[in-house]
T-cell receptor, first 114, second 111 residues
């Protein structure tokens, strides 16, 4: 199957710093990628849809200035959590859409903000 | 926002038994997909069933879809310890081309 990677797999940072998470589709081009957030023992909440070469589409309630998304190429989307605070601690998962019906998910990034 | 609910939220069975999980959704869909997530990991796609299909099989997995009731079920037969994971249904409404996930079922297979 298709492979999507995320980097880093985990990160610990101090409150007030910014953290960048990368999502790469390794063996296919993805014009659309998605970013999700997942709290412990909860489901995935879609944060935003990342479109190559255009602005991301954010879900209601997601602060676009807080969670900056850049989809600069067909294989890379980045999520930057700006001025992170402890409440931003979570598991962030990306996915890349390969076909109209198929998404492949990355392994996730665990963020802990102290 | 979440599309719907999964039932049960947690399920614990003995190895070799069958496990059934249910998913309900609220809006019209183009397809429904089931995913597995091992603890602290990403999601693995299991099976996709389209709105014009009623049942689909893949190995030990059997998925049904009832669009009149807006519900789906995932049956895992002859369960194994390695099946221990969380299982999520996700719906694709065909419009926004994004998946909306259910709450998930945490399945534990006891050896």
């Amino acid at each position: 199957g298709a492979v999507v990677s995320q980097h880093p797999s985990w990160v610990i940072c101090k409150s007030g710093t910014s953290v960048k998470i990368e999502c790469r589709s390794l063996d296919f081009q993805a014009t659309t990628m998605f970013w999700y957030r997942q709290f412990p023992k909860k489901s995935l909440m879609l944060m935003a849809t990342s479109n190559e070469g255009s602005k991301a589409t954010y879900e209601q309630g997601v602060e676009k200035d807080k969670f900056l998304i850049n989809h600069a190429s067909l294989t890379l989307s980045t999520l930057t959590v700006t001025s992170a605070h402890p409440e931003d601690s979570s598991f962030y998962i990306c996915s890349a859409r390969r076909t109209r019906e198929t998404q492949y998910f990355g392994p996730g990034t665990r963020l802990l903000v102290l | 926002s979440q599309q719907g609910e999964e039932d049960p939220q947690a399920l614990s069975i003995q190895e070799g038994e069958n496990a059934t999980m249910n998913c309900s959704y609220k809006t019209s869909i183009n397809n429904l997909q089931w995913y597995r997530q091992n603890s602290g990991r990403g999601l693995v796609h299991l099976i996709l069933i389209r709105s014009n299909e009623r049942e689909k099989h893949s190995g030990r997995l059997r998925v049904t879809l009832d669009t009149s009731k807006k519900s789906s079920s995932l049956l895992i037969t002859a369960s194994r310890a390695a099946d221990t994971a969380s299982y999520f249904c996700a719906t694709d409404d065909g419009g926004a081309q994004k998946l909306v996930f259910g709450q998930g079922t945490r399945l534990t297979i006891n050896p």
